[in-house]
């Protein structure tokens, strides 16, 4: 073998050669370099410039490695593709692990945008399809919002306990923001239209000498 001048003194092919096949999986020079069983970074991009033979090694490597990834990234595309296939919105699709699935998520307090960004999970148009068309889906569904409700509710008593002085104001509009949550998941139980009117007490003051009411509602009207 030629010897290298003193300036590229310590590269070899085989050196060479492992750079290459390193490049060539998907690494950069930089995190090459920050191996310390491999030369140095600005030792590398070194020899680059001075010896050809290298150049092109690391060139080919690099060509072969973005044809990998943009191969990889086709087939994610692909099977993005495929998961989407199905025909969520169809109601006869609903399988009844896929409610308990979504009904379990909704009940630990996530959202429906949430759960149907998922790729295995259908898109929020279905879901509420679903709701419609399933009166046991519609069922559990309910029982899930109910349940979270309770896990807000809990939240804002937690932030409400925990509030100090210095904090009042932010932990009274987290408070209010909760509530207003609860109220729109469990009307009927925090929705404060939902609640059951007061009953109304009528209060009447008599005079038990003769009995003639003194005061009270509508007395003194014509």
Request: charged letters at 25%.
């Amino acid at each position: 073998m030629t010897a290298l001048p003193a300036r590229i003194a310590g590269y070899t092919s085989d050196l060479g050669a492992e750079i290459a096949r390193r490049v060539e999986a998907g690494e950069s020079i930089r995190s090459i370099g920050a191996d310390r069983a491999m030369p140095a970074a600005a030792t590398i991009h070194r020899w680059l410039g001075q010896i050809p033979e290298f150049a092109e090694q690391r060139r080919v490597a690099r060509s072969a490695a973005r044809r990998a990834a943009a191969s990889a990234h086709a087939e994610m595309i692909e099977a993005r593709k495929a998961r989407r296939k199905h025909d969520w919105g169809r109601s006869d699709l609903y399988a009844v692990e896929i409610g308990e699935k979504i009904c379990q998520a909704i009940a630990a307090g996530r959202s429906m945008v949430e759960i149907c960004a998922e790729p295995d999970m259908p898109v929020t148009g279905t879901v509420y399809e679903w709701l419609r068309a399933h009166p046991d889906f519609s069922d559990m569904y309910v029982q899930a919002r109910d349940i979270q409700a309770e896990l807000l509710a809990d939240e804002a008593w937690v932030i409400a306990k925990a509030a100090a002085p210095a904090t009042v104001p932010v932990a009274r509009l987290q408070f209010d923001v909760i509530r207003w949550r609860a109220a729109r998941l469990a009307p009927k139980t925090w929705g404060e239209t939902g609640k059951p009117a007061a009953p109304r007490l009528n209060i009447f003051v008599q005079n038990f000498g003769d009995g003639e009411v003194i005061s009270g509602p509508g007395v003194g009207e014509r």
